[in-house]
């Protein structure tokens, strides 16, 4: 079981990328998926999340109408599209799988490190100019 987290790099404020959270050794479409993030120095916070049937999301607030979650089961994979960044996203990007088992929970409810039970390896983004 892995993913794997990709598309992180160095873009300049109001910039955009696309991150992307590929699985392996499992499907993804029983997974909700969460995307955390690691500013220097601070701890890692939810970003967003996406239940298993992409019906429902979450944002944080400072990321709300910037960033879009959205999945692709047929691929296998999340994507995290992040628009109008700013040097305050600079930061490493996980991606995270909870397992299916787990209880039904709305997406508000499991924006927490502790819901996620598979975790990508990072991908750094840098937000410069």
């Known amino acids: 079981v892995q993913l794997q987290a990709s598309g992180g790099g160095l873009v300049q404020p109001g910039g955009y990328l696309r991150l992307s959270c590929a699985a392996s050794g499992f499907t993804l479409e029983y997974f909700a998926i969460a995307w955390f993030r690691q500013a220097p120095g601070k701890e890692r916070e939810g970003v967003s999340c996406i239940s298993s049937s992409g019906g429902d999301t979450w944002y944080a607030d400072s990321v709300k109408g910037r960033f879009t979650i959205s999945r692709d089961n047929a691929k296998n994979t999340v994507y995290l599209q992040m628009n109008s960044l700013a040097p305050e996203d600079t930061a490493v990007y996980y991606c995270?799988?909870?397992?299916?088992?787990?209880?039904?929970?709305?997406?508000?409810?499991?924006?927490?490190?502790?819901?996620?039970?598979?975790w990508g390896q990072g991908t750094l983004v840098t937000v410069s100019s």
């Open positions: 995270a799988a909870r397992d299916g088992n787990r209880a039904y929970a709305i997406a508000s409810q499991i924006r927490f490190e502790g819901e996620y039970d598979y």
